[in-house]
């Protein structure tokens, strides 16, 4: 019968601790790490989405400050039984595509989730005064509402317009 080698043995246990104290370090390095790394994709979630909102907001106020003086005008005024040109009617119609069409993908950027909920409040009031500006309404009806938008983004406007109606969903 083989003597048992006493000094193998023994030299062989401290090696199976110092392995698994290494195994358990390597382990709570690994946990630190990705506790780490979720904290900086929160606050890379939250420095995107208030870039997003500060672009949206700076994208309305230059479109709505880019409005022709005399669009402007046409739109805002109170006056329905003043004549305008046939020039101004279809420059107006152009620069409310362009808003629309924006407010539209804001809309969509908000339903997709990435417009919050906290920021997309107060932008909503402000979409829906605008759509319900008398000039911009009929523009609505005529021009948006038989047009190729997205239908959850024409329920929004008609609710703008009418709040008697079912609010869109996510409203």
């Known amino acids: 019968m083989p003597k048992p080698d006493f000094a193998k043995e023994f030299n062989e246990q401290p090696l199976r601790s110092i392995g698994s104290i290494a195994t358990a370090v390597g382990a709570i390095i690994a946990a630190i790490g990705i506790f780490l790394a979720s904290s900086n994709l929160q606050n890379t979630q ?39 040109s ?56 005529t021009k948006v509402a038989p047009g190729n938008y997205d239908s959850q983004f024409k329920d929004f406007g008609n609710h703008c317009i009418n709040p008697k109606t079912a609010s869109p969903t996510g409203e």
């Open 86 to 141: 046939s020039q101004l009617l279809q420059k107006a119609d152009q620069q409310l595509t362009v808003i629309l069409q924006f407010y539209s993908s804001v809309y969509n950027q908000h339903r997709e989730g990435i417009f919050p909920d906290v920021h997309w409040n107060s932008f909503r009031d402000e979409i829906c005064s605008f759509i319900s500006l008398p000039r911009v309404k009929e523009f609505w009806q």
């Open 46 to 84: 939250r420095a995107v989405e208030a870039a997003t909102v500060y672009n949206i907001q700076k994208d309305a106020r230059t479109l709505l400050a880019g409005l022709d003086p005399d669009v402007r005008n046409y739109l805002y005024e109170t006056n329905d039984n003043q004549q305008h």
